[in-house]
């Protein structure tokens, strides 16, 4: 099979991650192939804060729900609600959300295409091949083997990633957990206490034993799902009780949905010669929260510079910027955010006082600050002060709870 195009980047999944990566290359000029499987959506909260809203000029269209506050359930079901001070976190519908971009990308002047991808393979003058099967869109039966070259490629083909496995040293490091979820149609009589503006976030070890539960609006539908890194534990079983302790139990289910989900960044991005990472297959997704949509579009735009660089200079090592640049904005709050995951997470007791502390004032503060803007706050030292002394206090169990 010889190739018969060339493109200056093959950026492989249509994702959130893809698709910006693609927009932003498009942008720069280069020709562009995007190429992403047909019909794949991913189970997903759907939850994007202000920062991406903003940074990402997203329009109001896509969102179907605007969230105003959050409720934190513990295992004996106390709860403590935390408004959303002075704004929202938006909700979209994964489905029409990955396609807007991907429509965006094109609109730059990506080139889209719809297929499986195989291999990469090095050409004879040192440009490679990415070999694909092509698909027409929305027929998964037929498919055409194809081969493009590549001076650079950006492989964003989710949690698990196959670019990543073949070309990246380190790739099989990643850690992930499984999340399920259901999207059920909002019925029309809702159950006692139901708000269609407040995301529901469960911890109890019966739901998951390491992550947690949630139900989250979209106005005509609801995502309700879990997560575990525990094989041996029913997904679908605890999101069938969730929906019943939820009242949701008998509503209509439209679709269910399954995927790995990445919960440590890799060890690295790029192969050191034509190959970067971005999104999931990059491992970028927040522990403790299972928060993505925002880092894996940060992670686009960032190796979309990235292989730019590259392809300005004909210097490899500017691949390695994209992860530079992502770990020193976000490294640490991955790193405070899997330390509370390992910790809080661990039995329902340590769940029961992580609820606990939820209901100060200055934890929901500074949370939501962090949330909102992507940054920690600190604007508040002894707002942080306080928190420290408190969370020392549930740790040794001095706190009542």
């Not at 807007?100 to 004879?124: D, E, M, N, Y």
């Not at 708000?195 to 539908?221: E, I, M, N």
Request: charged letters at 25%; one cysteine or more; a positive charge.
């Amino acid at each position: 099979m010889h190739p018969t195009e060339t493109y200056d980047v093959v950026v492989i999944g249509g994702g959130p991650a893809g698709a910006t990566a693609a927009h932003e290359m498009a942008r720069q000029g280069h020709t562009v192939l995007l190429l992403d499987r047909a019909g794949r959506i991913k189970p997903c909260g759907g939850a994007i804060p202000p920062r991406l809203i903003k940074d990402f000029e997203i329009p109001d269209a896509l969102l179907v729900a605007r969230a105003r506050s959050a409720r934190m359930v513990a295992p004996s079901r106390k709860h403590v609600d935390i408004p959303i001070d002075n704004g929202f976190v938006g909700m979209v519908n994964r489905d029409e959300f990955d396609e807007w971009l991907r429509q965006r990308a094109a609109h730059s002047g990506a080139v889209r295409q719809v297929g499986t991808f195989v291999k990469i393979a090095p050409g004879a003058d040192g440009v490679s091949e990415v070999h694909f099967v092509a698909r027409p869109k929305h027929n998964r039966a037929e498919g055409t083997p194809t081969c493009v070259r590549a001076r650079s490629i950006i492989g964003a083909d989710g949690a698990r990633s196959e670019v990543a496995r073949q070309c990246v040293p380190g790739a099989e490091k990643g850690r992930y957990v499984f999340a399920y979820h259901e999207i059920v149609r909002t019925p029309e009589v809702k159950p006692a206490g139901y708000d269609p503006t407040r995301c529901d976030v469960v911890y109890d070890g019966k739901l998951s034993p390491d992550f947690y539960g949630w139900v989250f609006p979209h106005g005509d539908t609801l995502s309700i799902g879990t997560g575990s890194a525990d094989r041996g534990f029913s997904l679908r079983g605890a999101v069938a009780e969730l929906r019943k302790a939820s009242g949701l139990g008998q509503t209509e289910t439209l679709r269910r949905e399954g995927a790995p989900i990445p919960m440590k960044p890799l060890p690295r991005w790029d192969n050191g010669r034509d190959v970067v990472l971005a999104g999931d297959a990059a491992g970028v997704v927040a522990p403790a929260s299972g928060e993505g949509i925002y880092y894996a579009m940060l992670g686009g735009q960032l190796a979309a510079e990235a292989a730019h660089a590259f392809l300005q200079t004909g210097d490899a090592r500017q691949l390695k910027i994209a992860r530079q640049r992502f770990m020193k904005k976000h490294g640490t709050v991955f790193w405070v955010l899997g330390m509370m995951q390992w910790f809080w997470y661990s039995n329902d007791r340590r769940r029961e006082r992580f609820v606990k502390i939820c209901e100060d004032r200055d934890v929901q503060q500074l949370t939501f600050e962090s949330y909102m803007n992507k940054e920690l706050a600190r604007k508040k030292p002894m707002a942080h002060v306080r928190i420290f002394f408190k969370d020392v206090a549930h740790l040794l169990g001095m706190a009542r709870v």
